[in-house]
């Protein structure tokens, strides 16, 4: 039964496209929201699972105390060591700056770059890909996720909290060393958003940089295309 209005939509030349802007999607809407979804309860369900259980005792967080001293860490522990070798460590800290630990104490900057971001985010995802483009939705959806994430920590108890620590006990070799001193191969604490960030970064990047011509209803590979031909027939007719 037809529900009266045509999945496909019509080019300034007459002709059908079979790929129409995402928001006319539910498809391409549902892989959006649901890969979001998923992405920023996995974030929030780690990290609330880390801060109980990876110290000695559950860490309880205080808004007020941590936006009050932008040095607060949680109390000294152990930590979980989760990969052999050194490989990954499970380590409570508090993040006051952005991925990685980057630009510390710019909380209020963070948060508004962190809201534009995801609204750019959403308007691109609209606007800027197709209803069949699933691969740079999803990216984009791991985006949204890990910028989510992040801000409701941000927003709820004034910093994010990382945990997860790649080669804890690995050091730079010639006893060289990081700017801030830090003499290990990889100082820097992060968490499931930022994982997400990264590869909804690296899933738009390969997928832009291998997008290929649209392809229309009647087959041909683009009205530009199909514009240069008859300008050739033209000539040699």
Not at 8 to 35: E, F, M, R, Y
Not at 40 to 61: M, Q, T, Y
Not at 121 to 131: E, P, Q, W, Y
Not at 211 to 231: A, C, F, H, Y
Request: aromatic share 10%.
């Amino acid at each position: 039964m037809s529900s009266g209005r045509s999945p496909h939509t019509h080019s300034p030349s007459g002709q059908v496209s079979a790929d129409p802007p995402a928001w006319t999607s539910p498809v391409a809407w549902c892989t959006l929201v649901l890969v979001a979804v998923f992405g920023i309860g996995l974030d929030l369900w780690s990290k609330d699972w880390a801060f109980e259980n990876v110290a000695e005792r559950p860490v309880v967080l205080d808004r007020d105390e941590i936006l009050a001293d932008s040095d607060w860490r949680p109390p000294p522990h152990e930590g979980i060591e989760v990969l052999p070798f050194g490989l990954l460590d499970f380590d409570l800290v508090m993040n006051h700056g952005a991925v990685f630990g980057i630009g510390q104490d710019q909380r209020t900057i963070f948060i508004v770059f962190t809201i534009t971001a995801v609204t750019l985010a959403l308007v691109i995802f609209a606007v800027g890909t197709r209803a069949r483009s699933h691969a740079l939705h999803v990216g984009i959806a791991l985006i949204l996720a890990g910028g989510i994430g992040n801000l409701y920590d941000r927003i709820l108890f004034g910093a994010v909290r990382d945990f997860l620590h790649m080669l804890p006990r690995w050091d730079l070799p010639f006893s060289m060393n990081w700017p801030n001193g830090s003499t290990g191969v990889f100082p820097w604490v992060f968490n499931v958003a930022d994982m997400l960030l990264l590869l909804g970064m690296a899933i738009i990047v390969f997928m832009t940089g291998t997008r290929k011509e649209p392809v229309q209803s009647d087959g041909s590979i683009s009205q530009k295309n199909d514009r240069i031909l008859d300008s050739k027939n033209e000539l040699g007719g």
